[in-house]
């Protein structure tokens, strides 16, 4: 192999460069990829990600949706909060998948759930006190910062 690369001959220089340079521009792609602003997932937030059945997942998306989910791991924000924005985004990717993946088969399957049976599953249901709780919350949550005052 050494000898190979060792005689004379143009023609092998500049394909073994040309490969060479490939492989160069592969790895600086792949590099670059985790230190882009969108957290990991290259350069635009308008690109298409992944599509399930006709339903298509944009960066945009995926990019909401991991911000959404480091905002309720580090409500208070910080800098290992950005560290992690990446690690997030994958998982904003995988659980956005998964649900139109849920979705789509519970369509072909013909499943329907009706405004009224949620709401009598939310309210009567096996988790009615967690979602109760959590309501609450949300609401009291929401007067204070649109009203200033304790509840």
């Known amino acids: 192999m050494i000898r190979f690369l060792q005689s004379e001959g143009q023609t092998k220089k500049y394909v073994l460069g040309g ?11 792949y590099l670059t990829q985790g230190i882009s602003s969108t957290g990991g997932l290259g350069g635009s937030t308008k690109g298409v990600v992944a ?5 298509q997942i944009t960066a945009q998306e995926v990019v909401d949706q991991g911000r ?9 924000g910080n800098a290992m909060a950005e560290q992690m924005l990446p690690y997030f985004n994958q998982q904003a990717v995988e659980q956005l998948i998964n649900q139109k993946a849920l979705l789509m ?10 405004d009224a ?9 096996q988790y009615s006190q967690t979602f109760s709780r959590a309501v609450n919350s949300l ?3 929401s007067i204070r910062r649109c009203c200033g005052r304790r509840i």
């Open 19 to 29: 490969l060479l340079l490939l492989i160069c521009l592969s790895m600086v792609a």
């Open 117 to 125: 049976e949620l709401r009598e599953e939310f309210q009567h249901g």
């Open 139 to 141: 609401a009291k949550t």
């Open 105 to 114: 088969a519970a369509q072909n399957m013909g499943l329907r759930v009706s």
């Open 68 to 76: 959404a989910m480091l905002r309720q791991q580090f409500p208070r």
């Open 51 to 55: 599509t399930v059945g006709s339903d």
